[in-house]
């Protein structure tokens, strides 16, 4: 053996959310599990660390929103969260709106004080644009159909193309859906029951996750680079990674969007006045600024940390952050999950394993579905 030294029963490539809730759930029961990771730190992209006193989240913010009260429960015995509530403003062109689309922002934007007007103002613009209710063929007219022209060209139409690369009216119209609507004065960017971030910092989560003796994990290490040992060397593997890259790009690359961040550390407690600011406007190169110590009000005095969010092509180089899940590459991606299903040993799982935008919720609802049914209970 030249992987599996002490008889490990899994192997889990990636120590994200789906693979270290795996691991954790398998040392519980009992069973040896080496853990690989490409990067030199654990939890994914979930990963925090620790600066002038502030939870830095490296790869963008991240919220911990849900209403699956199982999910919930399971995730804070790892951490304590804090109860923070995202309340996004946007900047178009030095304006300023509340965010999601809720009565401050039609208010903003039309000067509209009840719900009656502001459902008025967005039908009146809707029928304008000629969309006919329900039949929005891409992001743009979906958009139009739902919040009007004017807030679809100010707060939406930049901001996305920005984010992916491409005219709205090329993007699926699904991306919008999950953004609120509301007609009522409520800025909170989710609509779900349980919400906040851990006060440790997400790091802290998978520290205690991965700390089992049953647990190895090996750092700065590509499980591709020697796939095929430790394939022939492990009874069960649990792959996070990309699935295109797993099976070499044999049908073609699945298209990603990627983002790089621009930290800067100020002598400031206040430099933005809030959490996030998004930068809706085309011309404005970065999408939106995170001020770390508004989500969790730790920090050393007199220190404040921004990131700036650029988005970006990604090529292998880059990180892998959100799938384009057009029809083109949902096609493609079908081809690769026909030939996952012939891999009977491994077990492919998270949003890079099957290429799909999940919230963290999701993706820990997904790994325990995994666990559940690969030892037939719920632990």
């Given amino acids: 053996m030249t992987h599996n030294t002490k008889n490990y029963d899994y192997l889990i490539v990636g120590t994200g959310p789906y693979?270290?809730?795996?691991?954790?759930?398998?040392?519980?029961?009992?069973?040896?599990?080496?853990?690989?990771?490409?990067?030199?730190?654990?939890?994914?992209?979930?990963?925090?660390k620790k600066e002038h006193g502030i939870n830095v989240h490296e790869y963008g913010a991240h919220i911990f929103h849900t209403d699956n009260k199982e999910v919930w429960d399971y995730v804070q015995q790892f951490t304590a969260f804090n109860g923070y509530?995202?309340?996004?403003?946007?900047?178009?062109?030095?304006?300023?709106?509340n965010l999601?689309?809720?009565?401050?922002?039609?208010?903003?934007?039309?000067?509209?004080?009840?719900?009656?007007?502001?459902?008025?103002?967005?039908?009146?613009?809707?029928?304008?644009?000629?969309?006919k209710e329900g039949s929005a063929k891409n992001l743009e007219e979906q958009a139009i159909s739902l919040i009007g022209t004017d807030i679809y060209t100010k707060l939406i139409k930049g901001y996305t193309e920005k984010q992916w690369g491409r005219p709205a009216t090329e993007?699926?119209?699904?991306?919008?859906?999950?953004?609120?609507?509301?007609?009522t004065f409520d800025n909170n960017y989710f609509n779900h029951r349980y919400q906040g971030v851990p006060v440790d910092g997400y790091t802290a989560i998978f520290d205690k996750m991965l700390a089992s003796d049953l647990i190895d994990v090996q750092l700065d290490t590509d499980f591709l680079s020697d796939k095929a040992a430790y394939i022939e060397e492990f009874p069960k593997i649990i792959y996070t990674g990309m699935i295109d890259a797993f099976f070499d790009y044999k049908h073609g690359e699945l298209e990603y969007r990627s983002v790089r961040f621009e930290s800067q550390v100020h002598d400031s407690d206040n430099v933005q006045g809030n959490a996030v600011i998004n930068y809706t406007d085309r011309e404005t190169p970065y999408t939106r600024v995170m001020e770390w110590r508004h989500f969790d009000q730790q920090a050393d005095e007199g220190k404040s940390i921004?990131?700036?969010?650029?988005?970006?092509?990604?090529?292998?180089?880059?990180?892998?952050?959100?799938?384009?899940?057009?029809?083109?590459?949902?096609?493609?991606?079908?081809?690769?999950?026909?030939?996952?299903?012939?891999?009977?040993?491994?077990?492919?799982?998270?949003?890079?394993?099957?290429?799909?935008?999940?919230?963290?919720?999701?993706v820990f609802g997904a790994a325990l579905k995994a666990v559940e049914k690969e030892f037939g209970d719920k632990g």
Avoid at 85 to 97: K, P, R
């Fill in 19 to 48: 693979g270290s809730i795996f691991a954790y759930e398998a040392a519980k029961r009992g069973k040896r599990v080496l853990m690989l990771e490409k990067r030199s730190h654990i939890g994914g992209n979930m990963y925090t």
């Fill in 306 to 362: 921004i990131a700036k969010e650029f988005p970006q092509d990604w090529d292998r180089s880059k990180e892998a952050y959100y799938p384009v899940n057009d029809d083109k590459n949902s096609e493609l991606f079908k081809r690769y999950r026909e030939e996952a299903k012939g891999v009977d040993k491994v077990l492919f799982g998270g949003r890079l394993g099957n290429y799909q935008y999940y919230d963290m919720d999701q």
């Fill in 100 to 131: 999601p689309f809720n009565m401050n922002t039609f208010y903003q934007m039309w000067g509209v004080k009840t719900p009656e007007e502001a459902a008025a103002k967005i039908e009146e613009q809707r029928v304008a644009a000629g969309i």
């Fill in 171 to 183: 993007l699926p119209a699904f991306i919008i859906r999950r953004l609120p609507v509301r007609y």
């Fill in 85 to 97: 509530i995202n309340q996004v403003v946007a900047d178009y062109n030095g304006e300023l709106y």
